[in-house]
């Protein structure tokens, strides 16, 4: 299990955020540094560092946080133009907050996979 983060917090309420989407499982809000007209970060609220650390059991919940993509993107209005899931692993990955999450960027042509 992970230590408490800064997406920890959020879910809790002990830090505001613009959240979007909230149920059992996960927690969606904007990112507070966006890169495209629709930033979204959806969070687990399993206390998992990284895609490293995922195994069998928490298949349901990782799960959730493509169905809460779809649903948001839909609320978006990016869901027919189209969008793009990001999910970064440790530091070759870019991951900034070990608190395993998904972005959702949408909203204007991203273009080519910049690698
Ligand atoms: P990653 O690099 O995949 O770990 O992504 C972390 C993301 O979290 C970055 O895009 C940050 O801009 C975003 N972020 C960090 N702190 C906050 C916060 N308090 N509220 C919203 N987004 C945040």
Redesign the pocket.
């Given at each position: 299990m992970a230590k408490e983060t800064?997406f920890s917090k959020?879910i809790n309420g002990d830090?505001p955020?613009d959240i979007v989407y909230q149920d059992d499982l996960v927690t969606a809000?904007?990112?507070?540094?966006p890169?495209a007209p629709s930033h979204i970060?959806i969070v687990t609220h399993l206390l998992l560092p990284s895609v490293n650390d995922a195994t069998a059991e928490h298949e349901l919940a990782l799960g959730r946080l493509f169905t809460v993509a779809a649903k948001i993107a839909q609320q978006e209005g990016i869901d027919q133009n189209g969008y793009r899931l990001?999910v970064?692993c440790n530091y070759h990955g870019?991951?900034?907050?070990s608190h395993f999450?998904m972005?959702l960027l949408g909203g204007r042509p991203l273009g080519p996979m910049v690698i």
């Open positions: 800064i959020i830090v955020a809000f904007r990112d507070i540094n890169k970060l990001i970064n870019g991951q900034e907050v999450h972005h």
